[in-house]
């Protein structure tokens, strides 16, 4: 692991005694952590300075053409409706802030780190699905702010990295891909299956991941605990779980595929949301069609 960021021994303290080990074993296994761009190292490096000089910020994301772009294609969602249209990066810094417009490049450079697979169509389809969930949770965040007190960008940042274990895993265990049946349209990771087959599982890799790129302590507890909401009690992780949770249902709901963790969570969920049976399919038929007007435009 690169020397930036939180190191292994740092990191596997704050796990506990079960979990730090399944990282270790992930680790040996010549797992590599996707480094942080350049271009994130220096914002980073601006922002712990507190250096929130608009102008050179800006300039600062677009040495990299790519994120520069994905960073506007971001904005454009309906979330930051109110903010649009944007013609700059400069103008996103001062809508959006720059902490905000902080963690967004943080979510899409990981996007940009990640390593193919074997499988193109198992690596693809992940990040198809992990930017859908980023930008559903964003819209479930923004509709439930008053609520839960977690923004846009929070989410949008959980819902990239949740699931961003899978491809270390898919890396360090040839057989990840088929054994998970990953290439079949539609098929998702079923953690328990995980965890039986291959004695980890991708939220306490992706909770590695998230500690190296130095993301908050809540969204990192959030990727750990995305399959514990009912568990959680009161942490300080659990709005966000929930409102993973829920993204990850809608996005089921909009591919007509089943999401097995539904009924073990909406109990816990819809109140944590202060949603309730009546109100859920109204909010969802409105999330969903700000969700198709943001990818269809």
């Known amino acids: 692991m690169s020397s930036k960021g939180n190191s292994v021994p740092e990191i596997t303290r704050s796990l506990g005694a079960e979990d730090a080990a399944r990282v270790r074993r992930v680790l040996e296994g010549g797992i590599k952590i996707p480094p942080q761009p350049r271009v994130l190292d220096e914002m980073r490096r601006m922002m712990n300075r507190q250096e929130y000089d608009v102008r050179r910020l800006a300039r600062t994301i677009q040495?990299?053409?790519?994120?520069?772009?994905m960073l506007f294609k971001v904005v454009g969602n309906a979330a930051y409706r109110q903010h649009q249209p944007f013609e700059t990066i400069e103008q996103i810094l001062h809508a959006v802030g720059v902490k905000q417009t902080f963690n967004l490049v943080q979510a899409i450079a990981l996007i940009d780190a990640g390593t193919p697979t074997a499988d193109k169509r198992i690596y693809e389809a992940f990040w198809s699905r992990s930017q859908a969930v980023g930008q559903l949770a964003m819209l479930v965040a923004e509709e439930r702010v008053a609520v839960c007190n977690i923004f846009a960008d929070q989410a949008y940042l959980a819902g990239i990295f949740h699931a961003c274990g899978v491809p270390l895993l898919l890396q360090r265990f040839s057989s990840y891909g088929m054994e998970l049946r990953l290439a079949t349209p539609g098929h998702w990771v079923d953690w328990r299956e995980e965890d039986r087959k291959f004695n980890t599982d991708h939220a306490v890799v992706g909770y590695l991941v998230a500690r190296h790129w130095c993301l908050p302590g809540f969204i990192c507890d959030a990727i750990r605990h995305q399959h514990a909401l009912a568990d959680l009690g009161d942490h300080e992780a659990r709005s966000m779980v929930a409102i993973l949770a829920l993204a990850i249902d809608i996005h089921a709901r909009d591919q007509r595929i089943p999401?097995?963790?539904?009924?073990?969570?909406?109990?816990?969920?819809l109140p944590e949301l202060g949603l309730d049976e009546e109100s859920l399919p109204e909010f969802i038929d409105v999330v969903l069609e700000r969700f198709n007007h943001a990818t269809h435009v």
Do not use: H, I, K
């Open 63 to 69: 040495q990299d053409p790519g994120l520069s772009a």
């Open 259 to 269: 999401n097995p963790e539904w009924d073990e969570v909406r109990n816990v969920l």
